[in-house]
Structures are given as C-alpha cells and as structure tokens.
C-alpha cells in the first residue's frame, strides 16, 4: 500500500495523555469518589441493575499501582457509524495492556458487535497496530450496527468470553452501544462469569454527552473537516457573489453538528432542530425565515449566502412528522405491496391522498415532487421513512424559491436565487483525528485498560476538563448506570441513557443566538482553513468552540 507523507508523519505522532497516566503503568493508582445512582428513575433504574448499580465515580491519579497481577485478555468491539479517533481508542487500550504484561492479549472482533456473535476477530500485535495509529476511519477491524441486547445474544457473547478466556469486553459505541454495554455487564455479573465491560464513548453526532462526558471523540475532527468544507463554501460565494449554497451537515437527530459548524464559519443561516420543535417552526414558517435573509441581502446587492441545515431538521418540524408517522402507518405490512404494485405515480398520489388526514396531506402537497417520492422509496428495516436520506437542503432550497417568487410578485423584492446544494457527512467521519481527538482517543483506550486492570465493571472510560492542555484531563470512570433514565422505546419502558440534543439555554445556542441576526444579512464570514496537525498549539490542539463555550 502506498503511504502518504501525511499518513508516514502521523505515525510518528505520540498522543498527550492526561498528567496523570503520564508516569507509567506502575505509577497509576485509583481515587475512590462518591457512590452515584442514575440522573431519573433511581429506583426502577436500580431493580434493573442490581449487581452494577450505584457503584463509585473513580479518577485515577499519581501512586504506587495496587491493581492485581493478573493475565488480561480483552476483546475489542466498534460499534455504529465511523468517527475519527477510533483507532487511537485502540492502540491506547493496546499500549496499556503490553505495557503492564507482555503476556497480555487484545482480540479485536471484526464487523462490530456480530464479530462478538459471530466469534470472527483478529488477535493485535505491534505490526498490525503500528499501521493504524493517529489514523482515521475504523477499518482496523471494521464497525457494523447490529444490537446486542438479547439474553440469547449475551448467552452466545459469554461462550465466546469463555472460549478465548476473555476477561473484559470494550465496547466503543454511542448512546445505544452503551447502553448495551452496561445491559451486557449486568448480565456477566449475575452469571458470575468474571467478564467485565468497559464502554468508550464515541460518535460524531456529538450526541453522547452529559454531566461526566464532556463530549464523545469523533465531534471534534468531523466538525472541523465540516467547517473547513463550509469556510471554502463561504469563501467561493463571496467571491462569486452568485449562489446561495444550501448545506446539509449530519447529525441523525441533534443538531449539535450543525451549530458547531456555525459557531466556526458564521455563516448566514444555520437550522436548529430543536429550536424548531420548541417554536412548533412550520415548513412555510422556516422557508420565510431563510428567504427574510435572502431578501434582506439582496436588497445590500449581496444575492448569494450560505445556509447550514442540520440533516435531523425534519423529524423536529411538528406537521412532517406527523406526516412521517401518517405514512409509516400507511405503509404498514403488506400495505406497502399494494402501494408498490400501482403502476403509475399519479396512481401513487391518489392512493396517498385516499389514505393520509387533511393536515398531512396539506404539508405532503407542498414538497417538491422529488422529496415527495423519496418518502416512499427509502424505508428502514423496520419499514419507516429513513428522515435521513431526504433532501432536506434541497427542500428547503425550493420552499424558499417559491416564497421568494411571491415576494416578487407582491413587489417586495428584487434579486436572484440560484442554488447550490451540498451534503457533508461521509467526508468528515474518517478523517485523521485531529490532535484533540488523537489525544482523547488515546487517553480513552489508555484508561479503559486501567479501568479493566483495576476491576470495574460496567463503567464508561471517563477523561474530562477536555477544555484545558491534555496535561490537565482527568481520567477515571463513570458507572454507566448513573447517565440512564427510562425511557418508551418500541412501546417498551427501556433503561437508556438519554440522548444529549442541543440545549437552548446552554452557551454554545445562546452565543449563536446572539450574533445570528447579524450573521443572517451581513457577510461575517469565518474561514477556518483545514486541520492543522503540526505547529503551534494554539493552531493545533483547540477544542470545539462548543466545548469552549461550555466550559467558558
Ligand atoms: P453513530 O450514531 O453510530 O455514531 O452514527 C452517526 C451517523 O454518522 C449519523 O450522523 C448519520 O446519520 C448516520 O451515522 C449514517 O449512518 P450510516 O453509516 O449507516 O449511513
């Protein structure tokens, strides 16, 4: 394989570990904190958990090591989608276990969690490490998406435990993954099978976080790659001064993407999803938001800008996802064969205008026709619209072509629109990690080996006061437990831990809030220019201003 000068550098790359696991294996000692219990329903969060609930907080710090000699062979699972760091997760977890036993072993399970099921795995050694450190994408032992929450599925994961003498699973995952880790070592515990589980908290979306996890790794580089996408963006636009760019960022259901990227590159209009929902936001309602930009810059002479929208945008829209929900039922089993069977589109329409309530179909007749039909083609494997394949940019896009034609028929405005539309998503999820997220990765998988060496089972890998130099993180661990409530999943009362959308009394929204308007008819543009992994730190190693901001 050919190497790039960038990739044959990064190798070289040592990642900062927080201050406290700086001193070598022999020198890391655990600080026992607080009993926790979970941030709702304690007790029935405690009948579901009885031998992992309202274990300590820990943080590891500078001491003679008292863990137990004991030979650790640990298994290794990636969970959902791609996010940068995920390999520095594991050659941080590999570093600390050689490092305190040579005789130590790391199997890696390919595919994700059906690796585990499936007992397909690779076992590491330096070669096969030494290729995937500081690098981006997960395809050092590949990631999937299957759920491991069944007691049949646990039942199959002990034997293969018991097969290879595994002693611990890590499990590098977002909310669900987590989740299941933590369902996963209350099983081994009451099975008494001497197997602990250790989760990694991991996701670009940003969407895993709360009071003890600052942020989930891969945020950091996504965004960046983003903004530096969209600063291009914004760069080329006022050069042009032609097009209004409609930019689709991801983020499945938080918008925590969306305003990272506007908190770097200021651009003219950026979506909140749940600003949307708490202002009960109409389609209409959203397109006269972005077309009150539009106008107002075309009345400077400016007819160009840039929009960011979040990619969850649509589920967050009261009437869409009522009509989502409408046309799932309406597609419901065998339903759907008879809608796939009409021979024609129009056949289509009518048989959607049979079946959908006044309302729904109000909001279905408004779309362009070609997100029309993406509503019925894209389906889950459950039978759902996918909300994430739709075009939302491009709706967008049109709803504001059409309001902007009625403000020029009533003789309110007078510039052009054309559009331009993009969507990053993929671009950002493989990146290489930027330091930050190296460093975190690292530091993750460094101390979840701790956490496995000292014991702990049940615990997220906890490495926090992220806002700060890497010599000031703290490391320790967090029971997972303490970050879960119940919530109705599937028509079933389930132990989760609560996703994390964007706040709009936290400071990231309240800074973006402030400044939006004047964002929206000027040019404030911020052009980040791409990450940089080599030079002075002030250019290097910043956070998020997401994470700045909270931590201000
Ligand atoms: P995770 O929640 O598993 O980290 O994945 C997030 C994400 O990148 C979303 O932003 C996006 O909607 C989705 O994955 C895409 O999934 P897929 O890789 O299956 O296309």
Not at 7 to 26: E, T, V
Not at 153 to 158: G, L, S
Not at 405 to 431: D, I, P, Q, V, W
Request: charged content about 20%; overall charge negative.
């Amino acid at each position: 394989m050919k190497l790039s000068s960038l990739q044959l550098a990064r190798y070289q790359y040592q990642p900062k570990l927080p201050g406290m696991l700086r001193n070598g294996i022999s020198e890391i000692c655990v600080k026992d904190g607080a009993p926790t219990e979970s941030v709702a329903d304690q007790e029935k969060i405690k009948a579901l958990f009885p031998n992992t609930y309202g274990k300590n907080e820990i943080t590891f710090q500078k001491g003679a090591n008292t863990s137990p000699a004991k030979k650790q062979v640990v298994g290794v699972i990636l969970s959902g989608g791609q996010a940068p760091g995920g390999h520095n997760v594991i050659c941080g977890l590999y570093d600390a276990l050689k490092a305190t036993n040579k005789d130590n072993v790391l199997y890696g399970f390919k595919g994700g969690p059906s690796g585990l099921l499936e007992d397909s795995y690779v076992i590491f050694d330096d070669e096969y490490i030494d290729q995937y450190r500081n690098t981006g994408g997960f395809d050092i032992i590949g990631s999937g998406r299957t759920k491991l929450e069944t007691e049949e599925q646990f039942a199959v994961v002990a034997e293969v435990c018991k097969k290879h003498g595994i002693t611990a699973i890590v499990i590098i995952g977002g909310d669900d993954s987590n989740t299941n880790a933590a369902v996963l070592a209350e099983y081994f515990a009451a099975h008494n099978t001497g197997v602990q589980v250790i989760g990694c908290p991991k996701t670009i979306d940003g969407d895993l976080k709360n009071e003890d996890i600052e942020c989930s790794f891969g945020f950091d580089t996504a965004t960046k790659t983003y903004s530096e996408i969209i600063g291009n963006i914004q760069r080329d636009a006022n050069s042009a001064k032609k097009y209004w760019h409609f930019v689709k960022v991801m983020g499945r259901s938080a918008s925590h993407v969306a305003l990272e990227a506007a908190l770097q590159t200021q651009p003219n209009i950026c979506l909140i999803g749940e600003e949307v929902a708490a202002k009960k936001m109409s389609l209409a309602q959203i397109a006269d938001y972005i077309a009150d930009s539009v106008a107002a810059r075309a009345a400077k002479g400016w007819n160009f800008g840039v929009a960011i929208i979040p990619e969850g945008i649509v589920e967050f829209v009261p009437e869409f996802s009522v009509l989502i929900a409408e046309i799932n039922e309406l597609l419901a089993g065998s339903k759907a064969d008879a809608f796939n069977v009409l021979p024609s589109w129009e056949a289509k329409y009518a048989f959607i205008e049979a079946g959908l309530t006044k309302e729904s179909m109000a909001v279905f007749a408004i779309l362009p026709q070609s997100i029309q039909q993406q509503l019925f083609l894209e389906r889950d494997p459950h039978g759902n619209v996918q909300v994430s394949l739709i075009e939302s940019e491009k709706l967008f896009s049109a709803m504001v072509k059409e309001n902007l034609a009625a403000r020029k028929a009533a003789g309110t405005y007078n510039g052009k629109f054309s559009a331009l539309h993009h969507f990053l998503g993929y671009e950002g999820r493989c990146a290489f990690p930027s330091n930050f997220d190296a460093d975190y990765c690292y530091s993750l998988g460094y101390n979840a080996f701790m956490l496995i060496q000292y014991g702990f089972n049940g615990y997220l890998s906890k490495v926090s006061n992220l806002s700060k130099s890497a010599e000031e993180w703290v490391a320790g661990g967090m029971p997972i437990t303490k970050m879960m409530n119940i919530e109705r999943r599937h028509g079933h009362d389930k132990p989760v831990i609560r996703k994390a959308l964007v706040e709009l009394d936290g400071a990231p929204f309240k800074f973006f809030e402030a400044n939006r308007e004047q964002w929206a008819v000027e040019t404030c543009y911020v052009y980040p220019g791409a990450i940089q992994y080599f030079g002075p730190s002030e250019v290097c190693d910043q956070p998020t201003r997401t994470l700045a901001l909270e931590k201000a």
